[in-house]
């Protein structure tokens, strides 16, 4: 492990202003071999120091490690099927195009649907979910994968519809279920969840409200900070939840463990249910899976991963990869949206990061 050279890049990435604060974690089947908090919440100087119990906004992290997890386990307990026509649960999902558009190609981005609407954020789901359903698909569905928020925000009502009950509390039960095999994520003090409590924002790591929110102008800290989900009371399907390193790090761990064949993991991160979860897509040229994205050496993960690996990014400034082959996953938290840089500088601190790290 080249610890000190991640340390550096991080450090540098903070001086260069890509991000002001960041908690990188990094661990195996049998438990964490790196963990470390750099910077400060703000740019400010005099703002608090980050540290193991800052949270943050995971953007779409929220995707497979929430969504994807509901997905699978509605799978198990109410008969979702990965084939089941999108129409059957929407009425004005209708049209010759879409009549072909099932579950597994929203989880795969290969609805036809585009990144996000023309316009600003609707007001609530009802009006969410008319916009999406009228909104003219880019490409015909399943012929390839176009990244797509709108898409996600579609499977989250559909899983609050299939689920009987909010993505929140859906989460929550699955979290404890993992959680009384994977201890570390039951006794972690700041859990995975969607909307912190009032009482954990002094240690929430701020955001600022992108030029077309509504919300410009001001910071956001425990408010999510996608306009998306901000319209939806902050929990939706692509975006919302809050988390630090260590519960990231544990729900990683969790998952690797499953992939790697630890049978004590239960649905629905059993090994049977993440090897689904993270089988390369048939889409054609797509490195999605279900939720997950896949390795490619073009990819935020670096070029030293194994062709196994897969994991996911968020707009924020966070990423979690996981590496079943080489028993490891990497967990990189930061809160880039606070006045920090491009999407591009970003990925290549990623990229380094992973690659610095590929020796743990």
């Known amino acids: 492990m080249n610890a000190d050279a991640a340390r550096a890049l991080i450090r540098q990435a903070i001086v260069r202003r890509v991000f002001p604060a960041a908690v990188v974690q990094v661990g195996a089947s049998a438990g964490v071999v790196f963990d470390e908090a750099f910077g400060r919440v703000t740019f400010d100087d005099e703002s608090a120091e980050a540290t193991a119990d800052t949270e943050f906004d995971l953007a779409s992290l929220t995707k497979p490690i929430a969504a994807t997890a509901i997905a699978l386990q509605l799978m198990e307990s109410a008969g979702l099927r990965l ?63 176009i990244y797509s928020d709108l898409g996600f925000v579609l499977l989250g009502f559909l899983l609050e519809d299939r689920g009987g009950a909010p993505l929140a ?102 090994p049977a249910l993440v090897r689904l979860a993270t089988t390369k897509s048939r889409v054609p040229e797509s490195s999605r899976a279900l939720g997950w994205d896949t390795m490619l050496a073009s990819s935020s993960c670096g070029t030293r991963m194994s062709p196994s690996a897969f994991g996911h990014v968020g707009y924020t400034g966070t990423s979690v990869w996981i590496d079943p082959e080489r028993d490891r996953y990497f967990v990189l938290l930061t809160n880039r949206a606070c006045g920090g840089g491009t999407l591009d500088e970003m990925r290549e601190v990623r990229r380094a990061f992973h690659d610095a790290m590929a020796d743990t």
């Open 169 to 270: 509390p859906q989460f929550d039960a699955i979290r404890a279920t993992v959680g009384s095999v994977e201890t570390r994520l039951a006794d972690i003090r700041a859990p995975l969840e969607f909307k912190p409590p009032a009482s954990n924002r002094a240690r929430i790591a701020p955001t600022i409200p992108m030029d077309d929110d509504a919300r410009r102008g001001r910071t956001l800290r425990g408010e999510v900070h996608d306009s998306y989900a901000a319209a939806l009371g902050g929990i939706a399907g692509h975006a919302g939840l809050f988390g630090t390193g260590a519960s990231v790090g544990a729900f990683a761990r969790a998952v690797l463990r499953a992939a790697r064949g630890d049978a004590a993991i239960p649905s629905p991160l059993s």
């Open 83 to 145: 084939d089941d026509p999108v129409a059957a649960f929407f009425p004005e999902w209708r049209g010759r195009d879409r009549e072909r558009v099932v579950v597994q190609d929203l989880l795969e981005h290969a609805s036809g649907l585009p990144a996000r609407l023309v316009d600003a954020a609707p007001g609530g789901r009802r009006e969410f979910e008319h916009e999406i359903c009228a909104t003219a698909l880019e490409y015909t569905p399943g012929s390839k994968s």
